[in-house]
């Protein structure tokens, strides 16, 4: 799992979702190196859709 | 009276030539700046009228900035959103960045990612939805 605290700079969203993308952006740094930039976008934005319906977006 | 005649034409070519060299010179600048702010379309599924609209736009804003100023991204993206919600209804959305990678759901024919300058550009559009009350 990787080290370090993620810091959220706006937000307006339940906490148990804003959990849900740090751990998911967390998962993401492990399965893919720093600069596959889209295959992190593409994981969460998949995950988040599967978890709390479609329509979500990542940059 | 034939000598004040060869004067006005002579005057006449003259000022006929410096009206060339002004013109040719525009037309110089115009190109080089061009070619200074190209379009790269990277990934699209857009009418060809909206895009030219967004590269229009993105056109005018660079141009208008200071070249000593640096890029506000935030503000350019503000620009092109706004344009296109009032031009072609919600919802649009806009990133504006030298680097970042994307993963998006987006409305058919609402889709545009370009550089222009070394900056690129996302801008989709998606479905809204009423809120349920």
């Known amino acids: 799992m990787l080290e370090g605290k993620a810091v959220i700079g706006e937000t307006d969203m339940l906490q148990t979702m804003q959990q849900d993308a740090t751990d998911l952006a967390s998962k993401a740094l492990d399965f893919f190196d720093v600069t596959e930039a889209i295959e992190i976008a593409r994981f969460i934005k998949k995950e988040f859709d599967r978890m709390h319906g479609p329509g979500w977006q990542c940059m | 009276m034939e000598e004040a005649e060869k004067e006005l034409e002579r005057r006449s070519k003259f000022l006929n030539s410096l009206i060339q060299q002004k013109k040719k010179a525009a037309i110089e600048s115009e190109h080089e700046h061009e070619s200074s702010l190209k379009v790269d379309v990277r990934a699209c599924d857009m009418p060809l009228p909206l895009q030219n609209r967004a590269f229009q736009c993105a056109r005018l804003y660079?141009?208008?900035?200071?070249?000593?100023?640096?890029?506000?991204?935030?503000?350019?993206?503000?620009?092109?959103?706004?344009?296109?919600?009032?031009?072609?209804?919600?919802?649009?959305?806009?990133?504006?960045?030298?680097?970042?990678?994307?993963?998006?759901?987006?409305?058919?024919?609402?889709?545009?990612?370009?550089?222009?300058?070394?900056?690129?550009?996302?801008?989709?559009?998606?479905?809204?939805?009423?809120?349920?009350?």
Do not use: Q
């Open chain 2, 62 to 133: 660079l141009e208008s900035m200071p070249p000593a100023n640096k890029l506000d991204s935030k503000r350019l993206a503000l620009a092109l959103k706004k344009e296109f919600d009032s031009s072609y209804g919600p919802a649009w959305h806009c990133i504006v960045g030298t680097s970042f990678g994307s993963y998006v759901t987006h409305s058919v024919g609402g889709f545009l990612y370009f550089s222009i300058d070394k900056v690129y550009i996302l801008l989709f559009k998606t479905a809204v939805e009423p809120l349920d009350h």
